[in-house]
Structures are given as structure tokens and as C-alpha cells.
Nanobody, 125 residues
Framework: QVQLVESGGGLVQAGGSLRLSCAAS????????MGWFRQAPGKEREFVAA????????YYADSVKGRFTISRDNTKNTVSLQMNSLKPEDTAVYYC??????????????????WGQGTQVTVSS
């Protein structure tokens, strides 16, 4: 069993920044890639960013590339998402998730088996 707990969401003006964190417990955190996804009202949950098991490789959705940065600290079992230059279209519930498999990093939400409860990010114009 894996528990993922997100924090750091909130309300921010366009152009501002937020940092999301996700604390993991349960299985060996550093064996698995981690991802951030988001879901806006009426839309499907979409990929935002992912990071491989040791933090050496990262992936981003085109919509956030250059603005968001994913990182992890395997000594603290945490993964973070630094979000800069936020736009109103970034408004969504953000979820962290753990990849289903070791040794690979997926961008498809169906390949993630454990999810946090989500944290709301609202960007006002």
C-alpha cells in the first residue's frame, strides 16, 4: 500500500508562482517514477510532468514546458512541482501519482497505480 499526500495548492494571480509537494510512504519510493497530473472541471485528467526513479530524467506536457519544474528528494520521499508564470488555464486539481512499474517512466495516467487526494490550484486573471 502506498500513501501520497499533496500540499501547497492555493489561489494565485496570473504570473505568480506556487510550489506543490507530495509526500510518499508505503513502498520503496526511489524504485518508481513519479508524476503530476491535473484535472480541470469538465475535463479529463491530463499529464503535467513526470520524473524517473533517480531524478535524472524529466518529462513535461507542452503546455507547461519552460514554466514548471518537477523534482524529487529520495532521502525524504518527496516529489515537488514548482510552477512559475501561472496562467488561468492552469487552474485545476493537481494530483501526484506513482508509476505502476519499476525501471520505466510513463506519461499515460493509466500506468500509475497510486494517487494522492489532490490539491486545488486556482489562478485568477
Amino acid at each position: 500500500q502506498v500513501q501520497l499526500v499533496e500540499s501547497g495548492g492555493g489561489l494565485v494571480q496570473a504570473g505568480g508562482s506556487l510550489r506543490l509537494s507530495c509526500a510518499a510512504s508505503g513502498r520503496r519510493f526511489n524504485n518508481y517514477a513519479m508524476g503530476w497530473f491535473r484535472q480541470a472541471p469538465g475535463k479529463e485528467r491530463e499529464f503535467v510532468a513526470a520524473i524517473n526513479w533517480d531524478g535524472s530524467t524529466t518529462y513535461y506536457a507542452d503546455s507547461v514546458k519552460g514554466r514548471f519544474t518537477i523534482s524529487r528528494d529520495n532521502t525524504k520521499n518527496t516529489v515537488s512541482l514548482q510552477m512559475n508564470s501561472l496562467k488561468p488555464e492552469d487552474t485545476a486539481v493537481y494530483y501526484c501519482a506513482s508509476d505502476r512499474y519499476t525501471g520505466s517512466t510513463h506519461l499515460d495516467r493509466r500506468e500509475y497505480d497510486y494517487w494522492g487526494q489532490g490539491t486545488q490550484v486556482t489562478v485568477s486573471s
